[in-house]
Every structure is written in structure tokens, then in C-alpha cells.
């Protein structure tokens, strides 16, 4: 018999794209200072999870990641894209964006600050001088993986003050360093300002005097050294006393001889000097 023949070619294409629907959202939130690891072990999870969630019917699949725009927020936080592209054996190919955030919820650590306690005798205390050198000190002391440069950001205030005797007292200060994500730790100080100084009569005296029998007024001279002590008297933290004591009379002839006075200059905080008269 008769025949006939013909051929048939059938082209079998593929033109589809991967389908991602199936895969993400992708998220990561990090925190400086640990940010590079935590970034490069999300990009090859999310790479992993896009090659077995992404569809395909031509084949197997390949994925590729590429960094994107890094939005920049304060210090060295912000957030940054990674663009997933995802192709088939007939460089077909879908994209998918993952976003990474990275925050700054760390506070300045001040470990290696302090401890803040000192004490100065009255008359030499510089609290301003003290305020300052301590917040120079904490500028330097004080790390913040996300801020570098803590210079100028180091504030003060004072918590209270404990009076003492005379003007002497405790004032307790709370430091504040604060990096440029808010974030703050503190520490506090104590200022002690103390008195062992005893009253200065430098300045004063000789108390030596000679009368005329008959003439005499003990206790107007008394009172008039008590009066000139005040005077010539110095203490630095505050005020004094003085307490007159006889110590003796040497007897002369008739009603003369001679007294002698001991002075006690006692100020607010216990610390005593004594002056002597005739």
C-alpha cells in the first residue's frame, strides 16, 4: 500500500520565573556590635529557605544576594536591604527584598569608671574643679559599642547634701552619660568636705598688760581679750567660741600679782587652740 510520513517537533520552553510567593517576609533586627555575624548568618539562612520555598517547574534553582541602600540612624545604627535573586536552569529569575535593622538598645558601659569618693579639708574644697575632673574622666573611661566619642556627653546633678558640722558636709552627685541613641547609664560621687583645722590665732596677741593697784577691772580686760579674739580670730569652716579660764595668780606684795588667763577658741567642728594672757 501507499503511506505517508510526517514530523511533528514539539519545543518545550520554560519563560516562568520562579514563583516566591510561598516564600518570606524577611526580617532581621540586630544589635550593634554583634551586627556583622548576625547579618552573614541571616543572608545564608534566608538563601537557604529561598532554594527549597521557591517553585519552579523547569528545575532546580539558584540564589544570589546582593547589599543594598543602608538607611543611617543614630550612631551605628539603621537600616539596610539585602536584594535575593532567584534563577532556574533557563536564567529565568524572581527577586525578593529582605530588610535588616539594626538598633542600639545598649547602654554606655561605665564599669571601668570610679569609684568617685573623696574628701578635702575645709577651706581647700573646689566642687566645681571636682565636677569637671570627674566628667573628664568618665569622657574617657566609658565605652559604648555604638558611639565612639562620648566627649560631651557626660551631665551632672546633684542628689543631695548631708551637712556636717561648721560648713563642712557630703554632697552625693549622680553622673549621666547618655550616647546618641538615648541610651544612659550612671554613677554617682560623694564630696566630703571635712574640718581638722583648728581656729588660727596667729594674728593675735600678746596678751601681756601691767595696771596700777587700785586701777584694775579684771573683767573688763577679760572681755576685751575675748572681744579682740573675735576679730583677730580665723577659722575657715565656720564659726567659734571662746571660753576664758583662770590658771593661776602669782602673789606679789600687798593685793599685786599677776594672772594668768588660758583662752579657749573651740569652732563648730571640736577643733580647739588656746591663747594665753597676763
Known amino acids: 500500500g501507499n503511506t505517508a510520513s510526517c514530523v511533528q ?67 551605628g545604627s539603621g537600616v539596610g536591604t539585602v536584594i535575593y535573586t532567584v534563577t532556574d536552569d533557563c536564567d529565568n529569575s524572581s527577586t525578593i527584598t529582605g530588610t535588616y535593622t539594626i538598633v542600639d538598645t545598649t547602654p554606655p558601659d561605665v564599669s571601668a569608671c570610679g569609684p568617685y569618693v573623696d574628701t578635702v579639708e575645709c577651706g ?47 554632697y552625693v552627685y549622680e553622673f549621666t552619660v547618655l550616647d546618641d541613641c538615648d541610651n544612659s547609664s550612671t554613677i554617682t560621687a560623694a564630696y566630703t568636705i571635712e574640718d581638722n583645722t583648728a581656729p588660727d590665732l596667729s594674728g593675735c596677741g600678746p596678751y ?11 573683767s573688763q580686760w577679760v572681755f576685751g581679750i575675748v572681744t579682740d579674739i573675735f576679730t583677730c580670730g580665723d577659722d575657715a569652716c565656720g564659726n567659734f567660741t571662746i571660753d576664758p579660764d583662770s590658771i593661776g595668780f602669782t602673789v606679789d606684795c600687798g593685793t599685786t600679782g599677776t594672772y594668768v588667763y588660758e583662752f579657749t577658741v573651740l569652732d563648730d567642728c571640736d577643733n580647739s587652740s588656746t591663747i594665753t594672757a597676763t
Not at 209 to 218: I, Q, R, S
Open 208 to 218: 601681756a598688760d601691767t595696771v596700777e593697784c587700785g586701777t584694775e577691772d579684771l
Open 9 to 75: 517537533t514539539i519545543t518545550i520552553e520554560d519563560n516562568t520565573a520562579p514563583d516566591l510567593s510561598a516564600c518570606g517576609p524577611y526580617e532581621l533586627t540586630a544589635e550593634c556590635g554583634t551586627e556583622l555575624d548576625s547579618v552573614n548568618a541571616w543572608v545564608a539562612e534566608v538563601g537557604a529557605d529561598l532554594a527549597m520555598c521557591a517553585m519552579d517547574d523547569g528545575g532546580s534553582v539558584s540564589v544570589s544576594s546582593e547589599f543594598g541602600f543602608l538607611g543611617v540612624g543614630c550612631a
Open 124 to 170: 581647700q574644697e573646689d566642687l566645681a574643679g571636682w565636677i569637671a575632673g570627674i566628667i573628664t574622666d568618665i569622657e574617657g573611661c566609658a565605652t559604648d559599642v555604638c558611639d565612639t566619642d562620648l566627649s560631651g556627653q557626660v551631665s551632672e546633678a546633684e542628689l543631695s547634701f548631708t551637712a556636717d558640722c561648721g560648713t563642712t558636709g557630703t
